[in-house]
């Protein structure tokens, strides 16, 4: 607002400018904001003038006309009274001003505040053609004040739901960390239940327990997934970095789902281009490998193989997990990444999940400056395709003698 006075007090040749948008939208709940030029710091504008300004930038702007007010009467005459007028009059001859123009500022059907523009006794008098030019430049500026109106609107927005999701996040790991110790305890008494050493449990029981324990273990799952998104989220935990062998937490997770991969009667096979090292935080690497491989098997069909493989490409190591399963829809794939987004296919709705797992890998992928990409057709199956910068230096450039097996160097 401050910014348009000194172009608009050179450009209509006037001795004092007044500009005030008004507060709010759509409403007069306070003064707003103003700017005179040149500014006169003994000048205050009383309230009750502020008050009338604000009536007559709303009425001109309802009629779609300005206000020209000087000694000889107003201009439309019936929109003030005498004293007003006398008052308004007697303000701006402090500014050494003895005529006033008033121009209402708005956009659509909404006036936004008012300019004023004063000339003293010895400069001519307004034309017609000053006044529409002050009209026109009525409707710019009450534009530019609307557009940045909605910006702050939106700040103010996006600052009030990145507020609300900071309390959501504090309020899930709350949560999370308060149900985890009941649940490890529900999960450590059901092993000793049906171990026997509280005594024969009937088969009939035990299928009963068994369903506890696989849903215990479930929700102890979903609960260490909410956990880790808000460590990762907030960074509550910096990143150990590590020089490690992809290919090595390639074989070892697959050697560790072998048990789940069997109940699913799907076969994981493993190809890699040995070594792949890379640099990241050996356990979030890990979790992306895990949740990739246990998503393609929880995806396949009975009897069908998931293939792994590692590759050195143009200095990118590439992790590909494909599988033949019931593949992604287009629609879906634009969402896949999101948390709890569950796939809008009605056989993939029928397989448990909680609708983490990617959005854990994306996460990740993040954080070490890789990449992960879809490519999926339904009934095709999908491949995952996750991509990180390959460790080219020596351990001796970055500190890693530990980490580094001999002989580890330039490639």
């Not at 000793?192 to 327990?209: C, E």
Request: glycine content about 10%; charged content about 25%; some cysteine.
């Amino acid at each position: 607002v401050e910014g348009s006075l000194d172009p608009i007090h050179e450009g209509f040749r006037t001795s004092s400018v007044w500009i005030r948008a008004f507060e709010g939208v759509g409403e007069r709940p306070g003064r707003g904001r103003g700017a005179m030029q040149p500014p006169i710091p003994d000048l205050v504008s009383p309230a009750s003038l502020i008050e009338a300004g604000i009536r007559l930038g709303h009425e001109t702007w309802s009629r779609q006309c300005s206000l020209l007010l000087t000694r000889d009467g107003a201009d439309p005459s019936d929109i003030l009274d005498p004293t007003t007028t006398g008052e308004i009059l007697d303000f701006i001859a402090r500014a050494g001003n003895s005529s006033l123009l008033l121009v209402p500022l708005g956009a659509g059907r909404e006036a936004l505040g008012y300019l004023c523009l004063g000339r003293s006794a010895g400069q001519p008098g307004w034309t017609d053609i000053e006044r529409q030019a002050a009209a026109r430049l009525g409707h710019d500026i009450g534009r530019a004040i609307l557009h940045a109106r909605l910006y702050e609107h939106e700040q103010a927005v996006v600052e009030a739901l990145q507020a609300l999701d900071g309390k959501k996040d504090a309020f899930v790991s709350m949560v999370s960390h308060e149900l985890r110790t009941p649940l490890a305890s529900i999960i450590g008494h059901l092993e000793v239940v049906r171990s026997g050493d509280l005594g024969d449990v009937p088969a009939t029981a035990d299928r009963s327990l068994a369903a506890i324990d696989r849903n215990a273990t479930r929700l102890t799952s979903l609960i260490e997934d909410l956990l880790l998104l808000s460590k990762m989220k907030e960074g509550a935990e910096p990143m150990t970095i590590r020089v490690l062998d992809l290919a090595g937490v390639v074989e070892e997770t697959v050697v560790g789902l072998e048990l789940y991969a069997q109940r699913h009667q799907v076969e994981v096979g493993t190809r890699a281009e040995i070594p792949t090292w890379v640099r990241g935080e050996p356990y979030e690497l890990e979790r992306v490998v895990t949740n990739l491989i246990t998503n393609a098997v929880k995806f396949s069909p009975a009897g069908s193989r998931v293939e792994v493989s590692l590759d050195v490409e143009d200095e990118t190591v590439v992790l590909r997990v494909r599988d033949r399963g019931l593949g992604i829809s287009a629609s879906d794939q634009e969402q896949l990444f999101t948390r709890f987004f569950r796939s809008t296919n009605r056989q993939a709705q029928d397989i448990p999940g909680t609708g983490l797992g990617l959005a854990i890998v994306k996460i990740i992928m993040e954080r070490h400056d890789g990449t992960v990409r879809l490519d999926s057709a339904l009934g095709e199956g999908s491949t995952f395709t996750v991509r990180l910068p390959l460790f080219t230096g020596t351990a001796a450039e970055l500190g890693v003698h530990e980490h580094l097996p001999s002989g580890v160097g330039r490639r």
